[in-house]
């Protein structure tokens, strides 16, 4: 028995994992998004794997309140500990789900394709797993998550029951031939479930280690008439009426057409106002669906830098994000 874990310099563990939880539950609520038991579950024990020695003697002598902690920790040297991996294996072991450990696994990474996620678990029998799960402690202050871990006291390998028969069962059914690359619908949505476990995780992660305060959330407001007043402040040319009247034809066959959630398209000549257009159908659709923000995923560093100006115009807050993505052609 060990008197303090800590997650991060002068934090017990279960205060952090208790926390992320909270946050996750509370940006979840937010944006309308399910969170089932299961993912709760995962969350509330992806650093579990910080109770280990290892972690823990080398956290604890760096920590600014040592000199008054009442069970301290001696340096401990050599490799550094993953503490990802040894949690995955309690969150898997207790949800049966491959999206829920998958990302604790990778929440200080970065998510995987499916066919590296396979390989990892066919590689990782569950004798492996055992082992590296035994080497965490039990400690006073894990009785608090009684409803994710299941036991009250004792090793932590108990929570891995199954044997190498069964777990071969396990991987076959539950990973192979469930996560088929021919089942496309259900890859679809593995897709956005586990991006989804995963941005709500390592959002509320991060902000319970750097902030630890409530988040400040805020629903954007939409107002038609910044549109008019933006379109009114421009110098008007000979285009100026084609455009009123495209954007108002826009207008009114997204009003007619927006009936549910779905996949939308707008074709518009070059010249027409395809910025101004696009911005007040995505708000249109935030408006009726409730939206708490509008993303816009463009191609070209020029687009994006475009459509940020026009949006700065008309919203008073928007954020600018650039990235690149490379593709391996030659594997192909």
Known sequence: ??????????????????????????????????????????????????????????????????????????????????????????????????????????????????????????????????????????????STLYKCIGIKAGKWAEILTRTEDSWQDFYFNSIESEYSRDNVQQISQTWVDIRKLSSLLVTSDRWDAMVGTGFLLSKESWDKASFDDYLASLKPNELSPWRASISQMVYISANEKLASPGIYTITLPTGAGKTIIGLETAVQAAHRFKATGIIYVLPFISLVDQNAKVAGEIFEKIQEDHSLAYTDTSAQ
């Open 1 to 142: 028995m060990h008197g303090k874990v800590c997650s991060h310099p002068g934090k017990n563990l279960e205060e952090h994992l208790l926390n992320v939880l909270e946050w996750a539950e509370e940006l979840a609520e937010f944006y309308a998004l399910p969170l089932s038991d299961q993912e709760k579950t995962a969350i509330a024990l992806h650093d579990i794997g910080k109770a280990a020695v290892l972690f823990q003697g080398k956290l604890c002598p760096n920590c600014p309140e040592r000199s008054n902690c009442p069970n301290p920790y001696p340096r401990v040297k050599g490799k550094s500990y993953g503490h990802a991996e040894p949690s995955s294996f309690i969150v898997l072991a207790r949800t049966d789900s491959i999206i829920c450990a998958e990302a604790v696994r990778r929440h200080h990474t970065g998510l995987q394709d499916l066919q590296e996620i396979k390989n990892f678990w066919a590689d990782t029998g569950i004798d492996e797993q055992k082992g590296q799960v035994s080497s965490l402690f039990w400690w006073d202050g894990a």
